[in-house]
């Protein structure tokens, strides 16, 4: 996908009317600032109407600009240093609503999730989690507050939860030298993909054990070395990676496998319930 656009508009270039030719131009000499920038503000900067820009999409096989800008945006992704991610981003929200904005962004990859997601291959991963002999979770970089997100609810569904922490190369491969056939790596890896989750999810795969991907699309270096994989758009904005349709889908796997195991999870929190009472982990309200 990610070379195929561009392709497509070189090879198309003939058919297009004048003002698309200065649409595709643009894209060509500067994909990188046209993947951030709306259909109006593309528009404005090539002296063509939004209808306009919103055709050159369909022309191209798209079911509107924010498909085709979807496709600039996987092509660049890993890529992109910090220092241009700050440069797009301060062209896509010069004199924007930078909240409004924001958020409104996060909400697209949400539903992008919501009716995109694959419900068979959800299925797969809350069966290959539940069955698992020992769960291995793994991310590096801006993944690891997803990884020690469902780490801290899983230890609290199952017993053989690793979170594999990253501080050195060496000491991964010393919490790792137990994986085996029967064991799951869950790998978690957006944009730009880290090396050391490759090279620890390759030692993985080498000893036998299954690797669950969660990734942000096919393309995805963990996807092609997984055995199953959930998918969800990592959002750059700014140096900032927005984790929000991510953590939204661990929330959902999170819910799946307590609901698989019904009764056993209502016995582990009411025993956790007395234990934190006993103990007062919890501080109670002052009308209590």
Same mark, same amino acid.
């Not at 539903?111 to 694959?118: F, I, L, P, S, W």
């Not at 899983?154 to 053989?160: A, G, I, V």
């Not at 996807?223 to 889908?249: G, H, N, R, T």
């Given at each position: 996908?990610?070379?195929? %656009?561009?392709?497509?508009?070189?090879?198309?270039?003939?058919?297009?009317?004048?003002?698309?030719?200065? #649409?595709? !131009?643009?894209?060509?000499?500067?994909? =990188?600032?046209?993947?951030?920038?709306?259909?109006?503000?593309?528009?404005?900067?090539?002296? /063509?109407?939004?209808?306009?820009?919103?055709?050159?999409?369909?022309?191209?096989?798209?079911?509107?600009?924010?498909?085709?800008?979807?496709?600039?945006?996987?092509?660049?992704?890993?890529?992109?240093?910090?220092?241009?991610? #700050?440069?797009?981003?301060?062209?896509?929200?010069?004199?924007?609503?930078?909240?409004?904005?924001?958020?409104?962004?996060?909400?697209?990859? &949400?539903?992008?999730?919501?009716?995109?997601?694959?419900?068979?291959?959800?299925?797969?991963?809350?069966?290959? %989690?539940?069955? +698992?002999?020992?769960?291995?979770?793994?991310?590096?970089?801006?993944?690891?507050? /997803?990884?020690?997100?469902?780490?801290?609810?899983?230890?609290?569904?199952?017993?053989? *939860?690793?979170? *594999?922490?990253?501080?050195?190369?060496?000491?991964?491969?010393?919490?790792?030298?137990?994986?085996?056939?029967?064991?799951?790596?869950?790998?978690?890896?957006?944009?730009?993909?880290?090396? *050391?989750?490759?090279?620890?999810?390759?030692?993985?795969?080498?000893?036998?054990?299954?690797?669950?991907? /969660?990734?942000?699309?096919? &393309? !995805?270096?963990?996807?092609?070395?997984?055995?199953?994989?959930?998918? +969800?758009?990592?959002?750059? %904005?700014?140096?900032?990676?927005?984790?929000?349709?991510?953590?939204?889908?661990? @929330?959902? &796997?999170?819910?799946? &496998?307590? +609901?698989?195991?019904?009764? =056993? *999870?209502?016995?582990?929190?009411?025993?956790?319930? =007395?234990?934190? @009472?006993?103990?007062?982990?919890?501080?109670?309200?002052?009308?209590?």
């Amino acid at each position: 996908m990610a070379k195929s %656009i561009l392709h497509s508009i070189e090879s198309s270039m003939s058919d297009f009317s004048k003002g698309q030719k200065r #649409i595709a !131009s643009y894209i060509l000499e500067h994909y =990188d600032k046209a993947a951030f920038m709306t259909a109006s503000k593309l528009g404005k900067l090539v002296g /063509v109407s939004e209808s306009t820009v919103v055709r050159f999409a369909s022309e191209l096989g798209y079911d509107g600009y924010p498909s085709m800008q979807r496709a600039l945006q996987e092509m660049i992704r890993s890529r992109l240093t910090s220092t241009q991610r #700050i440069k797009a981003a301060g062209e896509l929200f010069d004199q924007q609503d930078v909240l409004g904005a924001v958020l409104h962004s996060d909400m697209e990859k &949400l539903r992008e999730v919501a009716v995109g997601a694959d419900r068979e291959d959800f299925n797969d991963v809350v069966d290959r %989690i539940q069955n +698992a002999r020992h769960i291995y979770i793994l991310g590096v970089r801006s993944s690891t507050f /997803v990884a020690g997100y469902l780490n801290f609810y899983l230890h609290l569904l199952f017993e053989n *939860v690793t979170l *594999v922490q990253s501080s050195a190369a060496g000491e991964i491969f010393e919490q790792l030298f137990r994986i085996g056939p029967g064991d799951v790596m869950i790998a978690i890896s957006f944009p730009r993909y880290s090396k *050391v989750t490759m090279n620890t999810v390759k030692f993985a795969q080498d000893r036998g054990a299954s690797i669950i991907a /969660v990734t942000d699309n096919e &393309l !995805s270096p963990v996807y092609q070395m997984s055995d199953a994989a959930l998918l +969800a758009p990592c959002e750059m %904005i700014s140096f900032v990676d927005s984790m929000v349709a991510p953590l939204s889908l661990m @929330n959902a &796997l999170l819910v799946a &496998l307590a +609901a698989r195991m019904g009764t =056993d *999870v209502s016995t582990t929190f009411a025993t956790l319930e =007395d234990i934190w @009472n006993e103990y007062g982990v919890f501080g109670k309200m002052d009308d209590e």
